[in-house]
Antibody, heavy 115, light 110 residues
């Protein structure tokens, strides 16, 4: 069964940057699209970004477009999310998920944007 | 304001059948598959229904999904206390070129 483990979260000031990682195992990573979904404290789920299996196609929510970059390294079975120009409203638990329909989810990593 | 509309809450007693609705538009539910997720308290979401009405391995057949036009629903029969959770619907949106979620429905088992 697929296993996803996120890391890289933490406290960052507004305007700062952070890079999240998601280590994948238990499935053929290079054949699977991958996604990031976030959940602000006490709020619902919000799709952030997805990337195709080859990495050739990427998709972003309007709320993060131009600030976040999704990427992957199939040699390391790892998904990334580079987050720049962070805002208070980006505070959330960030989950990585397998496929664009979120077949499997990681437990998430908390990102807090605050001064 | 979520693109997909769900009732904020639903409730039922053990053994009852409960349905949760999800309403969208022609650019999302009307033209793409609908997915449902269950999020138990303090845990990560889990895929519950995929491609409108398919259950992943391990999901009890008490859970069923349906879709008609621009609306969909999740039905839970034989309600159990462990079904108390937040439920979310989601679909790809051709206009937004991305995935849209419903706001979530908190199910209380009385």
């Amino acid at each position: 069964e697929a296993h996803l483990l996120e890391s890289g979260g933490g406290l960052v000031p507004p305007g700062g940057s952070l890079r999240l990682s998601c280590a994948a195992s238990g499935f053929t990573f290079s054949s699977s699209a991958m996604s990031w979904v976030r959940q602000a404290p006490g709020k619902g789920l919000e799709w952030v970004s997805s990337i195709s299996g080859t990495g050739g196609s990427t998709f972003y929510a309007d709320s993060v477009k131009g600030r976040f970059t999704i990427s992957r390294d199939s040699s390391k079975n790892t998904l990334y999310l580079q987050m720049n120009s962070l805002r208070a409203e980006d505070t959330a638990v960030y989950h990585c998920a397998k496929e664009i329909w979120f077949e499997y989810w990681g437990q998430g990593t908390l990102v807090t944007v605050s001064s | 304001q979520s693109v997909l509309t769900q009732p904020p809450s639903a409730s039922g007693t053990p053994g009852q059948r409960v349905t949760i609705s999800c309403s969208g538009s022609s650019s999302n539910i009307g033209s793409n598959y609908l997915y449902w997720y269950q999020q138990l308290p303090g845990t990560a979401p889990k895929l519950l229904i995929y491609r409108n009405n398919q259950r992943p391995s391990g999901v009890p057949d008490r859970f069923s999904g349906s879709k008609s036009g621009t609306s969909a629903s999740l039905a839970i029969s034989g309600l159990r206390s462990e079904d108390e959770a937040d439920y979310y619907c989601a679909a790809w949106d051709d206009s937004l070129i991305g995935v849209v979620f419903g706001g979530g429905t908190k199910l209380n088992v009385l």
